[in-house]
């Protein structure tokens, strides 16, 4: 099933403070970026974050799902909490490698 634009607008408004967030369609799904990084997905309207350090640290009670057959796990976020995922985001960034050029 794939995610509705209307669940990625309200990501994205849930996301809005924080400057740098980017967003490209893939396959009936989202990816989520930070500044470049991808931090997570919406998959069947379902925002997951990458497991990370710091992400799973501030999300220790988040359940771990598959976004599809085959791939890793991720957190389930709740999108309810802003102010958890502005502090959420920017740490998986930095948990995260920078890109070769």
């Known amino acids: 099933m794939a995610s509705s634009k209307e669940y990625l607008q309200f990501v994205l408004e849930q996301l809005s403070n924080l400057d740098g967030i980017t967003h490209r369609a893939m396959m009936g799904e989202y990816i989520i970026y930070y500044n470049g990084k991808v931090v997570g997905g919406i998959y069947d309207d379902r925002f997951l974050l990458k497991q990370t350090k710091s992400s799973v640290k501030l999300l220790s009670d988040a359940p771990l799902e598959k976004p599809y057959d085959g791939a890793k796990e991720m957190l389930l976020a709740d ?5 958890l995922l ?6 998986i960034a930095d948990d995260l490698p920078d890109k070769k050029k």
């Open 86 to 91: 502005e502090t959420v985001i920017p740490q």
């Open 79 to 83: 999108v309810d909490s802003r102010e």
